[in-house]
């Protein structure tokens, strides 16, 4: 059964980079899988940030794209986003997820990490 | 502002039915493009308990059915107990502004 946990500063400092990895076990980074960010302000819904596939192909949220890059670890299993120029608007509770296609563009994220709250703030 | 709208809140009794709607638009829902569910129990991460407008996977009780017509989708909870009380997203795609997978902005469900 997959599991997901994500890891990573839980306060980082306005202009700076928000930078988390995401750790997958009992399953293969390298299966027939994309690989998601999703975030949550407190208090309000979620929104997707992006998501990897293991080759490296990549789909970011257009109104995050200039901010955001995902990259994948095969060796590590793993996959890691980095937010740069950061406000505190970009405070969230930070999840990672397995995405499932059976069939494009069917696309829904389960399972999901436990979350890691990120707060930006000096 | 949601892409994908559902009421802030609904509540039922015990044992009462609950439905939560989701309004999208040609875009997204009513383009064809499916719907799936997510249960956020509180201080927990979102959990699938509908896929594919209408799926359960394996685990998520029968008391839980999601539906899709024209631009909206419905997840109607049957049989309401006290531990359904929870956050509820809707989730589809949204082809406009390059494409995005988008979420409602969640349906907070009290049992009285």
């Known amino acids: 059964q997959v599991q997901l946990q994500e890891s990573g500063p839980g306060l980082v400092k306005p202009s700076g980079t928000l930078s988390l990895t995401c750790a997958v076990s009992?399953?293969?980074?390298?299966?027939?899988?994309?690989w998601s960010w999703v975030r949550q302000p407190p208090g309000k819904g979620l929104e997707w940030i992006g998501e990897?596939?293991?080759?490296?192909?990549?789909n970011y949220n257009p109104s995050l794209k200039s901010r955001v890059t995902i990259s994948v670890d095969k060796s590590k299993n793993q996959f890691s986003l980095k937010l740069s120029s950061v406000t505190a608007a970009d405070t969230a509770v930070y999840y990672c997820?397995?995405?499932?296609?059976?069939?494009?563009?069917?696309?829904?994220?389960?399972?999901w990490g436990q979350g890691t709250l990120v707060t930006v703030s000096s | 502002q949601s892409v994908l709208t559902q009421p802030p809140s609904v509540s039922g009794a015990p044992g009462q039915r609950v439905t939560i709607s989701c309004t999208g638009s040609?875009?997204?829902?009513?383009?064809?493009?499916?719907v799936h569910w997510y249960q956020q129990l509180p201080g927990t991460a979102p959990k699938l308990l509908i896929y594919?407008?209408?799926n359960r996977p394996s685990g998520v009780p029968d008391r839980f059915s999601g539906s899709k017509s024209g631009t909206s989708a419905s997840l109607a909870i049957t049989g309401l107990q006290a531990e359904d009380e929870a956050d509820y997203y809707c989730?589809?795609?949204?082809?406009?502004?390059?494409?995005?997978?988008?979420f409602g902005g969640g349906t907070k469900l009290t049992v009285l």
């Open positions: 990897i596939y293991h080759s490296g192909s990549t």
């Open positions: 989730q589809s795609y949204d082809s406009s502004l390059s494409g995005t997978w988008v």
């Open positions: 009992g399953g293969s980074i390298s299966s027939s899988n994309w």
């Open positions: 040609s875009s997204n829902i009513g383009a064809g493009y499916d």
């Open positions: 594919g407008n209408s």
């Open positions: 997820a397995r995405v499932v296609v059976p069939a494009a563009p069917a696309h829904w994220f389960d399972p």
